[in-house]
């Protein structure tokens, strides 16, 4: 059975950051694209970031671009959100997801397989 499990979310001020993570068990992803998504309240999920299965490859939505870094751990069955210089409107819940597929080019949330439950990202004005 596929879990995904996110940690590192909380409260942070404007400017300041937060560092997400998301281990995966069950299978192996060394060879799947992983992902972050986004929800806030009244919104639809939205694409963050995505990773390629070797990490070569990596593709931000443009709200969070030269702000956020996504990596993948060295046992490729983790994937990790660096969030920098947050804002009040990055506040979500954040959702880390894989899919069967390698290509990280994939942003729509329909192309992910398996999802984490979501971890709470406050930033305070």
């Known amino acids: 059975q596929v879990q995904l499990v996110e940690s590192g979310g909380g409260l942070v001020q404007a400017g300041g950051s937060l560092r997400l993570s998301c281990a995966a068990s069950?299978?192996?992803?060394?060879?799947?694209?992983m992902g972050w998504f986004r929800q806030a309240p009244g919104k639809e999920r939205e694409f963050v970031a995505s990773i390629s299965g070797s990490g070569a490859y990596t593709y931000y939505a443009d709200s969070v671009k030269g702000r956020f870094i996504i990596s993948r751990g060295s046992a490729k069955n983790t994937v990790n959100l660096q969030m920098n210089s947050l804002k009040p409107e990055d506040t979500a819940v954040y959702y880390c997801?894989?899919?069967?597929?390698?290509?990280?080019?994939?942003?729509?949330?329909?192309?992910?397989?398996?999802w984490g439950q979501g971890t709470q990202v406050t930033v305070a004005s």
């Open positions: 069950g299978r192996t992803f060394s060879n799947s694209a």
């Open positions: 997801a894989a899919r069967n597929g390698n290509s990280a080019s994939a942003l729509a949330a329909m192309a992910y397989d398996y």
